[in-house]
């Protein structure tokens, strides 16, 4: 229980953020005495249809960072890694007689592929969107084996979340889309349907196909309305010290998003901070080369608690994506994949 002259510090991530700020218009003063919101989620904006085009356009950034910061990575996809993706979704197509063809090798339609690479995209597994595509296109003995390396490890992986979430209560999936659905679906008059979703995924070079599953279930779901709710889309109007953390690679609470959040909390200890190659969750996935284990996103919040103001030193040793493959880290987690260092 909070006692009289206790500090309370709040700290939101991604779906949290958005109902931190939910809290604050109902208690915008008075009770905290800081927040951080890590990948604003925010009130007028965050509709999770979004995501497929945002998770595109990342994916695509990510091909291209991928060939201007390595040259491994740009003597495989080519100057345009994104036709070089598109090559080989067309691989998938039924009528394609290329052989070897490792999409129809290992049943991979267009989708499989396009839903796992951007996945990909949102974790430390980045680094290894160009490589499948390399391995994919490339085909060789050598390729089919740590494609199936991949795969198995992938179902493995899905079986154990499978097994923990039947043990435990992780979260409550019919709550999780009851909210989803009344007030997170989409601002578009009147919403989109399913096959509208699957006819903008089907433009989409990366999508995550998350827009048509939720349209699949918003016409049949029993929804609340939450216009009934006075605070629903608002912003609140408070003083109390914030910090916002937005990563620029960050697919599923888009930087604009956060950016755009930030134009709301505009008074003194409210501050907006750009972190470079953060995907989504700053405050766990935002390496630096200073010799603290600490990530650049936990420094800045840590910092911002204990006086005021974030220190923003961390940003000029953030770490780039190690799209060659180089580091320790990078290799240990590629062994784990593919059975082996050597990727590319």
Not at 102 to 112: A, I, T, V, Y
Not at 117 to 144: E, G, H, K, W
Request: charged share 20%; net charge negative; aromatic share 10%.
């Amino acid at each position: 229980t909070r006692q009289a002259g206790d500090q309370v510090f709040m700290t939101g991530f991604s779906y949290g953020t958005y109902w931190i700020q939910r809290y604050l218009r109902i208690a915008p003063e008075g009770f905290t005495t800081a927040v951080v919101l890590d990948g604003v989620c925010p009130p007028d904006l965050c509709r999770l249809t979004e995501q497929d085009k945002s998770q595109d356009a990342i994916g695509k950034e990510i091909l291209k960072l991928c060939v201007e910061k390595s040259e491994v990575c740009k003597n495989a996809l080519g100057k345009n890694p994104v036709e070089t993706l598109e090559s080989l979704l067309n691989l998938t197509d039924s009528d394609n007689l290329q052989t070897p063809n490792c999409p129809k090798m290992f049943g991979l339609s267009r989708e499989h592929i396009q839903s796992w690479l951007s996945t990909y995209t949102q974790t430390d597994n980045r680094v290894f969107v160009a490589p499948i595509i390399n391995m994919m296109l490339r085909c060789s003995a050598t390729d089919i084996t740590k494609i199936s390396h991949i795969l198995n490890t992938m179902t493995l992986d899905s079986s154990h979340a499978s097994s923990v979430q039947d043990k435990e209560l992780v979260w409550n999936i019919l709550l999780g889309y009851n909210i989803i659905l009344s007030e997170m679906y989409s601002n578009v008059v009147p919403p989109p349907t399913e096959q509208q979703f699957l006819e903008i995924d089907a433009n989409l070079t990366l999508p995550l196909y998350f827009a048509p599953k939720l349209g699949s279930g918003y016409f049949l779901w029993n929804k609340y309305n939450p216009n009934q709710f006075p605070n629903y889309g608002k912003y609140p109007n408070t003083k109390i010290p914030m910090l916002l953390l937005q990563g620029t690679l960050d697919g599923q609470t888009q930087f604009d998003w956060g950016f755009h959040a930030s134009g709301h909390y505009k008074h003194p200890q409210q501050y907006f901070v750009e972190v470079p190659f953060s995907p989504h969750g700053i405050i766990i996935d935002s390496p630096t080369t200073l010799s603290s284990s600490e990530s650049c996103g936990l420094m800045l919040t840590t910092s911002f608690y204990k006086t005021g103001t974030p220190d923003r030193s961390c940003l000029d040793f953030i770490v780039a994506p190690d799209f060659s493959v180089k580091s320790e880290k990078t290799q240990e987690a590629a062994e784990k994949l593919f059975g082996t260092k050597e990727i590319w």
